[in-house]
């Protein structure tokens, strides 16, 4: 595996399909962690769209994601567009229904006491549930960064010409059980330094909220 390594910077194709991968990652977290914030803020400020959709969402977070890719790439195409979707797509369900959950659980005496003193919707969102709820956002992205990274590979083994997961893929089907591990193990650094980043700024927050 080391030496495959080695041949694969020498002529620097390790560095394309790792750069694919991990630029493909961090837009669909990105993409998944503001879409699932504004769609359960959403549902928040409107509990009869909440009631009608939870079902949907359910449904939609219950379905089997390697299913959902090829589905994607035949609509889509297969580009980069349709692998950072399938990325979204793993991700962002779960990820509106943890917020929305955690939003729906704020203390209730806080909601109370803005409302008594006047306040607004507004005022009881940005004042008490956004600054409530960092740990909990913080608690999703640090699932999110993972399973962007399982809807890149899945959809790169399914419907791309570079990244890791093609790469595994490839591998497998010329029988390069040397490539096809070390790709593996790439993708193990991967996901170890994108969790470690998310640890990282929760550790930071929680200490100095301390």
Not at 9 to 36: K, Q
Not at 141 to 169: A, D, F, H, P, T
Request: glycine share 8%.
């Amino acid at each position: 595996i080391f030496k495959c390594l080695i041949s694969m910077t020498a002529d620097r194709t390790i560095f394309l399909h790792t750069g694919v991968t991990l630029m493909e990652t961090l837009i669909s977290f990105a993409v998944c962690t503001a879409a699932g914030l504004v769609c359960a803020l959403l549902l928040w400020t409107s509990p009869s769209a909440a009631s009608v959709l939870e079902p949907f969402l359910v449904l939609l977070n219950s379905l089997p994601k390697s299913a959902l890719a090829p589905l994607l790439i035949v609509w889509l195409g297969s580009n980069m567009k349709t692998i950072i979707l399938a990325g979204i797509s793993v991700a962002v369900f779960g990820a509106i229904m943890n917020l929305y959950t955690g939003f729906c659980e704020t203390d209730p005496d806080k909601l109370k006491l803005i409302k008594t003193l006047g306040g607004t919707k507004k005022d009881a969102l940005l004042k008490v549930i956004l600054p409530g709820s960092v740990p909990l956002i913080l608690s999703v992205m640090k699932v999110n960064i993972g399973l962007s990274l399982i809807g890149i590979v899945i959809g790169e083994m399914i419907g791309s010409k570079s990244g890791l997961g093609y790469l595994i893929i490839y591998s497998s089907q010329v029988f390069q059980l040397t490539t096809m591990l070390m790709s593996i193990v790439i993708l193990c650094i991967i996901a170890i330094f994108l969790y470690g980043m998310i640890s990282f700024l929760e550790k930071r927050y929680l200490k100095s909220h301390k």
